[in-house]
T-cell receptor, first 112, second 112 residues
Framework: SQQGEEDPQALSIQEGENATMNCSYKTSINNLQWYRQNSGRGLVHLILIRSNEREKHSGRLRVTLDTSKKSSSLLITASRAADTASYFCATESTGANSKLTFGKGITLSVRP | GAGVSQSPSNKVTEKGKDVELRCDPISGHTALYWYRQSLGQGLEFLIYFQGNSAPDKSGLPSDRFSAERTGGSVSTLTIQRTQQEDSAVYLC??????????FGPGTRLTVL
């Protein structure tokens, strides 16, 4: 069963605008991570937020985590055409030897 | 340092043939994961190796799929008697712990 589910499935914005992507999950987690994928190949890790954190920043990225609502958001500020990619959230559930579970991803298109 | 590498980058095979996909993780990473991604879809977990523990094979879709990790380093994913529905990008990732995953570029498998 899907753990992380992203919303929306696709997002198209103008360069310079902010992009907000959401992720919901079902079980208790140790951490939640966001990844980016270009051209259907390898994923690149963007940011990790732990269950005891509420907000984290990295450059133009801001991630929030609400464990009571089991949801997270990824905000990309001042978007650029180069931000066009698929974005995935992944959750590491609590428990021994837990693995990451990925959502289906959000396709972000940034128009120049 | 070198990242995760996978070979071959592309593989075209005929239905019914066996294929082997290779993953070279980042040196020192104890965890290794295999995923499958069909066109436009999210990542489907296949198998997870962590140190000397028994692998988590819960994601393997059928007994035609198997994987091994020799010496705690290189891993090989084997698909026997390939079917057209096996066509996908197969991604490998390694991790120093159960945390951030570092992905290889993937192997695009096409079964004719």
């Amino acid at each position: 069963s899907q753990q992380g589910e992203e919303d929306p499935q696709a997002l198209s914005i103008q360069e310079g605008e902010n992009a907000t992507m959401n992720c919901s999950y079902k079980t208790s987690i140790n951490n939640l991570q966001w990844y980016r994928q270009n051209s259907g190949r390898g994923l690149v890790h963007l940011i990790l937020i732990r269950s005891n954190e509420r907000e984290k920043h990295s450059g133009r990225l801001r991630v929030t985590l609400d464990t009571s609502k089991k949801s997270s958001s990824l905000l990309i500020t001042a978007s650029r055409a180069a931000d066009t990619a698929s974005y995935f959230c992944a959750t590491e559930s609590t428990g021994a030897n837990s693995k990451l579970t990925f959502g289906k991803g959000i396709t972000l298109s940034v128009r120049p | 340092g070198a990242g995760v590498s996978q070979s071959p980058s592309n593989k075209v095979t005929e239905k019914g043939k066996d294929v082997e996909l290779r993953c070279d993780p980042i040196s020192g990473h104890t965890a290794l994961y295999w995923y499958r991604q069909s066109l436009g879809q999210g990542l489907e977990f296949l198998i997870y190796f962590q140190g000397n523990s028994a692998p988590d094979k819960s994601g393997l879709p059928s007994d035609r799929f198997s994987a091994e990790r020799t010496g705690g380093s290189v891993s090989t994913l084997t698909i026997q008697r390939t079917q057209q529905e096996d066509s996908a990008v197969y991604l490998c990732a390694s991790s120093p712990a159960e945390d951030t995953q570092y992905f290889g570029p993937g192997t695009r498998l096409t079964v004719l």
